[in-house]
């Protein structure tokens, strides 16, 4: 028994101690650090100057601020919409007992093994590029000319052009969580409609997607936390003069720290850790919610 209490706390202490000082005190410190005016990341304590709540509204009151946060909205709501759909149909396909699963699934994969950057350059460069851009040449060859016209960079285009590129990176990611979960349903269940004549789309609204109800939770949360941090992406495609339709609350919380361009003209690190706290409530708030719609019928299979 002692012996069993020692490996206890030989095994715990460190991961307590990690999670104290990797996660919990940054949290703490962003916390506190909101309520006050802080000029520079490295001041130290005595020369923060408390505001109280006056940084939270000084971001309620800035419009580019709240067009981050519709900004993200967006991209949540939009991008995962076409994410989740398609990540659904790879999977659904690639466990269908089609050939060649790993060659696709690898395929598919690809871009979430390419860095953010790279990808971000080549849609850039090679897909929107309105002389020789695959969009481009793919519309022309199928007679669209007015969406081989479009110029995806364009102010009024670049947002729509930035959620299709980043969405598309990440449909590999969620392709794989959800054919974990497509694998692990017994075929027993399959088999059995089968022989009462269920079609295809019968078996997957009756058998497949209430089996995958806590994934589908699970994938909810991973696409918010991913929308919420929503930062190099933006970078890439508005790099120097960030377009308003571009700026995430990353972005703006990261112009507000470090940042000396136009996007904010005031370097306020107390202003840019509450925007930190108000990102980190969104997240709470959405698996909240995600949990409450998404609840454990406890179905055992």
Known sequence: MKKNKVMMVTFLVPAI???LLVFLYPT???????LFYVENITDSV?????????NFKTLADSTLFMQALKNISLIWLWGGV?????????????????KGKSFYRSIIYLPNVVSAVAMGTMWMQYV???????????FE???????????WTAPEMLFAALVIAYSFGMV???????????ERIPPDYYEAATMEGASVVKKFFSITLPLLKDVIRTNIVLWSISAVGFFIWSQIFSPLNPEPSTVTPMVYMYQLVFGNNMVVTDRNVGAGAAVGVILTVIVVVLFAITTIVFRDDKIEY
């Open 28 to 34: 703490m410190r962003t916390t506190f650090m909101s």
């Open 141 to 151: 060859f199928l007679g669209l000319k007015k969406l081989a016209e479009v110029q």
């Open 17 to 19: 101690l990690s999670y």
């Open 46 to 54: 005595l020369k923060w100057r408390w505001v109280g709540l006056g």
């Open 172 to 182: 590999g990611y969620f392709m794989l969580i959800f054919m974990a979960g497509i």
């Open 128 to 138: 929107y590029n309105p002389k020789f851009g695959l969009f481009k040449k793919v």
């Open 82 to 98: 076409g994410v989740f759909l398609l990540s659904m149909l790879f999977a659904v396909i690639l466990t269908s007992g089609v």
